[in-house]
């Protein structure tokens, strides 16, 4: 079965860098496009960014341009979250997401926070 796994996570200065993974079974990785959301306390969920199949092409939320990064490795079905110049608005669980024959599967999450 589809399994996608977050680690990473953790508590950072405002202006720090967090690299979060998400590792990823049960479905052929390097056919399918990946995301990650977010999710903080009160909040809808939001995209934070989008990486497609083969890794060449990537979309982010505005509120990340410029500071987060996606990018995976195909070889070991992983997906990546590079996140620099964190801010306490960042705060939020992150969660890996795919989407495969009209299913959406999402990891458990992993707890971003943002503080000083």
């Known amino acids: 079965q589809v399994q996608l796994v977050e680690s990473g996570g953790g508590l950072v200065q405002p202006g720090g860098s967090l690299r979060l993974s998400c590792a990823a079974s049960?479905?052929?990785?390097?056919?399918?496009?990946m995301t990650w959301y977010r999710q903080a306390p009160g909040k809808e969920r939001e995209l934070v960014a989008a990486?497609?199949?083969?890794?060449?092409?990537?979309n982010y939320a505005d509120s990340v341009k410029g500071r987060f990064t996606s990018f995976r490795d195909n070889a070991k079905n992983m997906v990546y979250l590079q996140m620099d110049r964190l801010k306490p608005e960042d705060t939020a669980v992150y969660c890996c997401?795919?989407?495969?024959?009209?299913?959406?599967?999402w990891g458990q999450g992993t707890q971003v926070t943002v503080s000083s």
């Open positions: 049960g479905f052929t990785f390097n056919n399918y496009a």
């Open positions: 990486i497609t199949s083969a890794g060449g092409n990537t």
């Open positions: 997401h795919t989407a495969r024959m009209g299913r959406h599967y």
